[in-house]
């Protein structure tokens, strides 16, 4: 059976643009969130000429879609020994352009290597029970089981008294289970709830603006994870003026460092 997330993110191309569709199952607040964007951005990388895998990916969401159709305009500006370079557009008729990305592929050598940070102390995913949400949430939380090990999801109707910290450290895995790949990773970047609710301990008007994944293995390297839980982190360091950055880690289950990720996100409270 095709999975949920290859069903949301199918693309049809003709030439240098790929034509896709809106899906319920990964909608948002007023749209779809943003990991489907980013994820249906990551297949049209994909489903093009390219060489390597992904070793980076920006995606500015410069306005919400629509449900309905939409267009992925691609480009490849420069092609050099071992990497790719590619800009996209994302838009919506009328509407015009709801995304802008850029994109890096590479081949991936033999080198030096050296990873100096650790994977956080999570525990096992089979310690923890899913996070249950309530049926009115967003429908994109039901495509992935979230287990939290470190950090709160409590959210009410107004901000809490005091702020809580901004780190949280969750296993998560797509719901059906699927296992990861670029598509999936780059749609997991932003799957976690954006820092300002957990601080505040309420959800308020929010977005992200900007997000930035970079990429630390290969599609093989990346393949022997499976299915199975990887082990997210987030965090952040300011909220200032209506906007806050938030920091993610993605990690195998065997302490791999998968993916890495910066957003802003505007919030109004």
């Not at 033999?110 to 102390?121: R, T």
């Not at 899913?130 to 049926?135: E, G, N, Q, S, T």
């Not at 300002?196 to 997000?211: C, D, F, N, P, Y």
């Amino acid at each position: 059976m095709v999975h949920i997330l290859d069903e949301a993110t199918v693309l049809t191309r003709s030439g240098d643009v790929f034509s896709g569709r809106t899906h319920p199952y990964y909608w948002n607040f007023t749209g779809p969130f943003g990991g489907f964007t980013g994820g249906a951005l990551m297949r049209a990388v994909l489903e093009r000429e390219h060489i390597g895998d992904p070793v980076a990916m920006t995606v500015n969401y410069c306005s919400p879609l629509v449900e309905g159709d939409f267009e992925i305009a691609i480009k490849s500006p420069r092609t050099n020994k071992s990497s790719q370079h590619f800009s996209l557009e994302l838009s919506q008729g009328d509407a015009g352009i709801a995304a802008t990305a850029t994109a890096v592929t590479a081949i991936r050598r033999e080198s030096w290597d050296h990873a100096p940070k650790q994977s956080p102390d999570g525990g096992q995913p089979e310690d923890f029970k899913d996070v249950v949400f309530p049926k009115a949430a967003m429908a994109w939380l039901s495509r992935y089981r979230f287990r939290l090990a470190d950090g709160e999801l409590n959210f009410g109707r107004t901000p809490r008294a005091e702020n809580a910290s901004a780190r949280s450290v969750m296993w998560m895995a797509d719901n059906p289970a699927r296992p990861v790949d670029f598509i999936s990773l780059m749609a997991m970047s932003d799957a976690f709830l954006a820092r300002i609710a957990q601080v505040r301990g309420a959800m308020v008007k929010l977005g992200t603006v900007s997000m930035t994944t970079y990429f630390h293995v290969s599609a093989e390297e990346l393949a022997a994870n499976g299915d199975a839980f990887v082990l997210g982190m987030a965090d952040a360091t300011v909220f200032h003026r209506g906007f806050h950055d938030q920091i993610s880690e993605i990690w195998s289950r065997a302490g791999v460092l998968l993916a890495t990720s910066h957003q802003i996100v505007y919030y109004r409270d």
